[in-house]
Structures are given as structure tokens and as C-alpha cells.
């Protein structure tokens, strides 16, 4: 398996302040990596650094310059505050993980409906995202990170506030992304 990225004595933070220190981390393509960690210690900050949003304090840190791109990175976050005024269907959220590629009229239709079915969500496009519970908008977090079509998925504490029905059908999408897809997935969470 080729390496998508790796990090060898990686020291990461903000200003003057180191937040992790020694990070040595092998990943390769078509794994499923777990990072486990209480709140507020360094999780979101190492996922930063990975995705190129943070420039390493010291050590090394290599990203594939083909499968770990940014345009090839699907990322989940722990949250996505949405003002419920502004009416949006599903379909249109899930459009918005498109917003800086270059991709076709006919690709995006793709796109979204693959996306869409990958999460299990199709019968619900034209809905309006406000109304729709939080297990459902965890799905369709993902399925907007998953319009991009992906090599590297990062969720930064995706189950967050879920009920167990709805965090194990979250993980269950997430296998089938890994074993039938060969998605690499990185899942930070601090619930063992």
C-alpha cells in the first residue's frame, strides 16, 4: 500500500505554545485509523496539521502530493452550526463540499447522488436540512465531505451527541467506505 502520509517526532501548536509533541504517525492508503484522546488535547490540532491547515512547530510532516490533497480530502466536522432561517434543501448542503473544484454539471448530479446514497439519505434531497434530526444531519455532514469523492476522510468527533441507533449506523457507513471504497479514514473521537 502506497503511503498517504506520514510524521516522524511532528511538534504542533499555536504561537509560543506546544500542543502535541513527538507525533510519529505511519498511514497508509485504504486504512481506518482511530485517534483517541481526552478533550483538549491536541485531537483537532494534529488534524489540522495533517489536512495542511497548520504548519508544524518542528519534526517532519509528509503528505502524499497525490492522494492527500485538499481537493481529495473529505472532512466531517465535530459540528456544523446552520441558521435555520436560511431555508436549504439537503441537496443543496451536500453541494456545498463541491465549492472549490472544478467539476461539471453532469459530474455534480453524480456526485451527489452517490454521495447521497452512500450515507442512505437519497429519499430525503429535497428536504430542508433545519428539520431534520441530528443522526440525519451527521449523514449529510458526511455525504458533503463525500461529494468531493475522497481518497482521505478526517471526522473530527463525528458521534458526538448521537443516540447509539444513530452513532452505529454512522460507523457502519464508515466501514463500508473503508473495506467496499479503499476510503483511508481518520475518526478522532474521545468515547472509547
Known amino acids: 500500500m502506497p503511503t498517504l502520509m506520514s510524521t516522524q517526532d511532528l511538534r504542533l501548536g499555536y504561537g509560543g505554545k ?3 509533541n513527538d507525533v510519529c504517525m505511519h498511514i497508509e492508503c485504504g486504512q481506518f ?5 481526552p478533550n483538549g488535547h491536541g485531537k483537532s490540532t494534529l488534524l489540522r496539521a495533517l489536512m495542511g491547515l497548520l504548519p508544524p512547530q518542528g519534526g517532519q510532516l509528509h503528505r502524499d502530493p497525490h492522494h492527500a ?8 466536522p465535530q459540528r456544523c452550526d446552520f441558521n435555520p432561517t436560511l431555508s436549504t434543501t439537503v441537496r443543496e448542503f451536500v453541494s456545498l463540499g463541491l465549492v ?3 467539476v461539471k454539471r453532469d459530474d455534480e448530479q453524480d ?3 452517490w454521495a447521497l446514497e452512500r450515507v ?3 429519499a430525503l434531497r429535497h428536504r430542508d436540512f433545519a428539520s431534520l434530526s441530528g443522526g440525519q444531519r451527521q449523514r449529510i455532514l458526511l455525504a458533503r465531505a463525500l461529494v468531493r469523492r475522497p481518497t482521505l476522510l478526517i471526522l473530527d468527533e463525528p458521534t458526538n451527541g ?4 444513530s452513532e452505529e449506523d454512522l460507523l457502519s457507513y464508515l466501514q463500508r467506505l473503508n473495506r467496499d471504497d479503499g476510503m483511508t479514514i481518520l475518526f478522532v473521537t474521545h468515547d472509547l
Open 18 to 20: 506546544t500542543v502535541l
Open 33 to 37: 485509523w482511530f485517534i483517541l484522546g
Open 69 to 76: 490533497r485538499l481537493v481529495t480530502t473529505g472532512f466531517v
Open 100 to 102: 472549490g473544484l472544478s
Open 111 to 113: 456526485r451527489l447522488t
Open 120 to 122: 442512505g439519505m437519497t
Open 162 to 165: 448521537l443516540d447509539l441507533n
